[in-house]
């Protein structure tokens, strides 16, 4: 890449909607949210629906949004990423100069695919993992015993965990029998112990995942259950696979039963659709629903180069968040989904977001003049309408929301009590939240009041599955990334949990007497009393 790209300032179109941000469309008037406006402000996707009535635009603001994603060459600059541009470097400075090619691991049933050299290598993994799940399937890999592996423990962290955990637990009921998956990622020892504890480790096979396979967490949670392994008299080799880089120390056979491999330009938390996730849900799921979710997010891939926002909800959700953010200046975005299953989801998207667009330099050097990434943050409704929804009502801070919703409920289980179903419930109130947040209710008691004019979008689908599932990651994945782009950052990198990283070696080293304490790291452990 040339970084020659525009920031969002530099556009016509960023005054335009400085100007149209003045006087934003007031949700809360009378008779403000009409049957056509909710009509017309309406995205249908191949699996999810943007429904976005209930934002402060007007056609005239969705024009100016257009001409922003024009002027800043938004699709252009998307189809320079799919097809293996270095998108990930900042002009005239030492950085990871790298292409940025997640898109590639699920651009497999395409003729044409936009990087066919990464495709290729996709592919081949891919290959290699549907002869390991046969192996396992008919007992061809097995443990001592000839028994067959029943449970995985995947350990990884960041990265390496958030999006595959938020992925297998919404997609629980999809499971092969007898197939179960465990965690482990912090560091913390009780976090090995309490899986550890749980599993039979005779029938537990392990994959370690890391990129780069030198992470200080991931390399001590695997010591800890190779030695738990070791203990029960079973040798650890015979049970564990790894997901890494090339060549990387974890790329040895000698330690692991096979080894399967994700590439530089797949960064971390974008890869939960390349081998990173791959393994843990074939094992669990089975290869041909890793294919539908890679499927569903490869129809998002292509869905998000369609030029037309009003068209392309990837595109539009991501400039509706900077309209909410950079114009109309709110801090934060609430990720609520309507669905237990997608309750590790935000998580999973605070960690792409945050660390994609929490960033304050701009792509070619220059310190950032506007505000990049919000803080996101979430949990399920309708658990959150019982915690933090008074803040969205009536607090002072600003919250744009994101509603996530289906249709049908995943399991089917359901039943009619007085008068509606359990899966009606909870949508009635998915309806209900973005309605009161947009329109509010005025009362002569002030503490009774609902100021109104709180933004929020709704995206539906009809159920969760793999593939919808595959479709929700690549829709938020490519919203993140537009992002990016209007902001001019890089949002590939994280040059920023570095100096903890380095810190809490210096520290460990004094606390295990290796190196001398300097006198800052001598007052925080006399501080916290730590020996
Ligand atoms: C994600 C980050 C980071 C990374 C973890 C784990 O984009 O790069 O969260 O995934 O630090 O790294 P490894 O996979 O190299 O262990």
């Known amino acids: 890449m040339k970084n020659n790209w525009k920031s969002m300032v530099d556009c016509k179109a960023y005054e335009t909607l400085t100007l149209l941000a003045r006087s934003p469309f007031d949700l809360s008037a009378e008779n403000a949210l009409t049957a056509e406006r909710l009509e017309r402000f309406h995205c249908k996707g191949d699996e999810f629906d943007l429904l976005y009535g209930c934002q402060r635009v007007t056609p005239e603001v969705l024009d100016a949004l257009q001409s922003l994603a024009d002027e800043c060459k938004l699709i252009e600059q998307f189809e320079h990423m799919r097809c ?37 290598q996709a592919k081949a993994e891919l290959a290699s993992l549907k002869t390991f799940l046969e192996e396992l399937d008919q007992g061809r ?14 350990v990884g962290i960041g990265g390496s965990d958030l999006g595959p955990r938020s992925i297998y637990e919404a997609l629980l009921p999809f499971r092969q029998k007898d197939r179960v998956v465990h965690f482990i990622s912090n560091v913390d020892p009780d976090d090995a112990a309490a899986v550890l504890e749980k599993v039979d480790l005779s029938r537990s096979l392990v994959v370690v995942v890391s990129k780069s396979g030198t ?18 008299g079973l040798d650890s080799v015979n049970h564990c696979v790894s997901v890494t880089g090339e060549s990387s120390p974890m790329d040895n056979p000698k330690r692991y039963l096979r080894t399967f491999h994700m590439y530089d330009y797949i960064g971390g938390r974008f890869s939960s659709t ?10 669990a799921l089975g290869y041909e629903q890793v294919v539908d979710f890679l499927q569903g997010a490869a129809n998002g891939d292509s869905a998000a180069t369609n030029r037309d926002i009003r068209s392309n909800s990837a595109l539009l959700l991501a400039l509706l968040g900077v309209w909410n953010h950079t114009f109309l200046g709110m801090p934060t975005v609430a990720i609520l989904p ?18 994609s667009n929490g960033k304050s330099v701009q792509r070619n050097g220059e310190a950032l003049q506007i505000k990049s990434g919000p803080v996101l943050w979430g949990e399920p409704g309708t658990n959150g309408q019982h915690a933090f929804y008074q803040l969205l009502h009536q607090g002072t801070e600003k919250v744009a929301v994101e509603f996530i919703g289906f249709r049908k409920s995943q399991r089917g289980k359901d039943l009619k009590i007085e008068g509606s179903t359990s899966q009606q419930k909870l949508i009635a109130n998915l309806l209900a939240q973005s309605m009161a947040l947009a329109i509010g ?20 689908a009809n159920r969760l599955t793999p593939k919808s599932m595959g479709a929700l990651l690549a829709l938020y994945e490519a919203k993140i990334v537009f992002q990016g782009f209007c902001w001019n950052i890089n949002s590939f990198d ?16 004094a606390m295990s007497g290796k190196e001398d304490e300097n006198h800052l790291t001598r007052a925080f452990l006399s501080a916290a009393r730590i020996q």
């Open 84 to 120: 293996g541009a270095v998108m990930n470097c900042i002009k005239n400075f030492p950085s990871e100069n790298r292409q940025v090619l997640h898109t590639a691991c699920r651009d497999i049933f395409s003729n044409s695919p936009a990087c066919e050299s990464a495709t290729e």
């Open 141 to 154: 890999i097995c443990n001592e015993q000839g028994q067959r592996y029943t449970t995985l423990i995947h």
């Open 215 to 232: 992470t200080l967490e991931t390399l001590s949670n695997e010591t800890l259950v190779r030695t738990a392994f070791e203990n029960a």
């Open 274 to 283: 390349s081998m990173v996730g791959a393994v843990m849900l074939g094992f």
């Open 338 to 355: 309507y669905s237990q299953a997608l309750h590790r989801f935000p998580a999973h998207l605070q960690q792409c977001d945050m660390e």
């Open 441 to 460: 209710k005025d009362d002569v008691n002030p503490n009774k009041r609902f100021p109104g004019n709180k933004v929020n979008v709704i995206l539906m």
């Open 494 to 509: 994280q040059e920023g949990v570095q100096l903890g990283k380095v810190l809490a070696g210096e520290i460990l080293g």
